[in-house]
């Protein structure tokens, strides 16, 4: 006697039940799906995970977007209390301490791009970020690519990676910096930074000419009083305010794919440098910090030297 075989809608109808609830679990801690893996995932072979994947018009300059800048930030107690995700719990660090991990390195782009992260803020995939499961929010940690050695400095202010053996999830830019969008994944190594530590003997004498980008990189010294630190410019270097159809010598600061984060980013720099000239200036679709006019290109590498110790930001000079 032959019996009926089971209805094959009951699985799907199965599954989706699954799904939904392990969602709905996460949904207060993350903005962002975690991939479910049931064995630590290897690094992947350079395909995108479902339509992440860089944005449609991706700035040339990409190389020269700053690290982020360290400073001092209240940690947030909304992202700071224990949670679980997966039925694994986690216990945020409550303050800025030091911390120092190797593992695996992810990214993250257009998939999110827009979207809110778990401290509240709007994921900008052209920003210096990063997300990790137990980090202060907000908080700075150095990340080395422990095979090429390049690093960057980010700003941890998103929750994840969610699966076994991954450490921390990138900015769509600061994977690029480091070389991991091409693997999709690479090991690196996670150190915080802590804003009022000494800064390391290597960066106490900045040679005057122009210091490639990896030597600022190599800094994590936090933003001195700028009358102390860094004697102001002349007046002519001042009092000349920057427009978007201005022409000349510039200096650019960063670049962001969102107008709130450029304010953000200039209103800080402001704070700590009010002898420089600055404004946002858009074009191709990315929001640009720019600093200038100068009169020549020699003058603008000797104000980025000055900009690069004061504010630990390595500026690059341009013409318009």
């Not at 800048?69 to 800025?96: K, N």
């Not at 990138?170 to 930074?193: D, F, K, N, Q």
């Not at 700028?226 to 009092?239: G, L, S, T």
């Amino acid at each position: 006697m032959e019996f009926p075989a089971r209805p094959s809608s009951l699985i799907p109808l199965a599954a989706a039940i699954l799904v939904a609830t392990i969602i709905t679990g996460c949904g207060s801690i993350s903005k962002r799906e975690p991939s479910v893996s049931t064995t630590p995932s290897p690094p992947r072979s350079g395909g995108y995970y479902l339509d992440d994947g860089p944005g449609a018009n991706p700035p040339a300059d990409l190389d020269r977007i700053p690290d982020a800048v360290p400073r001092v930030e209240p940690v947030r107690s909304a992202t700071s209390r224990p949670y679980v995700v997966m039925g694994r719990g986690y216990t945020p660090m409550t303050t800025v301490e030091p911390y120092k991990a190797r593992g695996v390195a992810t990214w993250y782009g257009r998939r999110y791009h827009g979207k809110q992260t778990s401290s509240g803020e709007i994921y900008d995939m052209y920003a210096m970020t990063a997300a990790h499961t137990t980090l202060p929010i907000p908080s700075y940690a150095r990340v080395t690519h422990l095979a090429n050695g390049k690093s960057v400095i980010v700003r941890v202010n998103d929750r994840g990676p969610f699966v076994d053996g991954r450490l921390i999830d990138l900015s769509y830019t600061a994977a690029h910096r480091i070389g991991v969008l091409a693997g999709g994944s690479a090991m690196v190594e996670v150190e915080t930074i802590i804003p009022g530590a000494a800064a390391p003997a290597v960066a106490a004498t900045p040679p005057a000419a122009s210091a490639p980008v990896a030597v600022q990189r190599d800094d994590p010294a936090p933003v001195a009083p700028p009358p102390v630190a860094v004697p102001a410019p002349p007046a002519a270097e001042v009092q000349v305010p920057v427009t978007a159809d201005a022409s000349g010598v510039y200096l650019q600061l960063g670049a962001f794919g969102s107008r709130e984060n450029a304010e953000s980013f200039l209103a800080r720099l402001k704070a700590q440098a009010d002898w420089l000239a600055l404004d946002i200036v858009p074009r191709d679709g990315l929001f640009r910090i720019h600093a200038g006019p100068y009169g020549n290109q020699a003058e603008a590498r000797q104000a980025a030297d000055r900009i690069s110790q004061a504010l630990g930001v390595r500026p690059f000079v341009l013409t318009r």
